[in-house]
């Protein structure tokens, strides 16, 4: 197991390189011009644009400007908001917990109702539960996560008015406020990431219990339990483990719109006030923030495949 890690983490060292080059030059490339925006726009006179292209370091060429970049990545420094002023890597320290706690929220919530439905769902194929599961699962799957969220909003905050429509408490001044305005939050992102798990955790579940080591386990006078929990859905749980790891990358994505619907300052609002104000060190960073994310979980990925399967092991 140490071996596999290891070349793991060896592997990521180039991976990273070339995402870094990749992502800065992307952002660099978009449209727009940072120095004119921050200059007045387009009555800004050439002089003072000029200076400011200078006084950024965007007069440099590319490659410089991409060295020192990513010298500030190494150490953290991502750079001074163009739009704030303040230090890039300040705003994601502050914001950064916040979208992490949403997301863990999220995967509370995800993870117990995929394996409950899933197996609720593979066990009973064909019937009408299963078809019930399908049909709810297709209809979440094709529902974007803001209409989501807005049917959440109207139903619990407005019509019922159980839950507050908006804002966020963070978890260490009061851990029943966080609870209190994450759940729709939470819920809202959940609904695809889980009708996905269903499906998925659904079909490997129905494929391998017509196996033979199952019709084993059967014959050799296993509960339900040991052969379904212990047998059968650890062998269905492979491909689900994947496309648990692939669903962060949709979370941190969600996470953007469901923020601002819900006006918690996180990353994802962070990023599009960046956007909307052509601010290049945040983009940067965030976008940075959001791909070695999901670099690392398919790390996670991988090593959970070496203890489920151990031949991956060795491969």
Known sequence: MASLILRRLIILVPLLAIVSFVLFSLVVLIPGDAATTLAGGGDASVADIERIRSELGLDRPFLVQYGSWLWGVLHLDFGVSLDSGTPVAAELLARLPITLSLVVATMIVTIPLALGLGIWSGLRAGHGEDRAVLAGTSLAIAM?????????????????????????????????????????????????????????????????????????????????????????LKSAAMPAVTVLGLQVATLLGGSVVIEQVFTIPGIGSYLLNAINTQDLPAIQAVALVFVVTNVLVSLVVDLTYGVLNPKVRTS
């Open 144 to 232: 974007p996560p803001f209409w989501v969220a807005l049917l959440l909003v109207s139903l619990f905050a407005v019509v019922l008015r159980w839950l507050p429509p908006a804002g966020y408490t963070p978890f260490s001044e009061d851990p029943a406020g966080w609870l209190h305005r994450i759940v729709l939050p939470a819920l809202a992102l959940a609904a695809f990431p889980v009708a996905v798990l269903v499906r998925q955790l659904r079909g490997g579940l129905v494929d391998t219990m017509h196996k033979a080591f199952i019709r084993t386990a059967w014959a050799k006078g296993g509960s339900p339990r040991q052969v379904v929990l212990g047998h059968a």
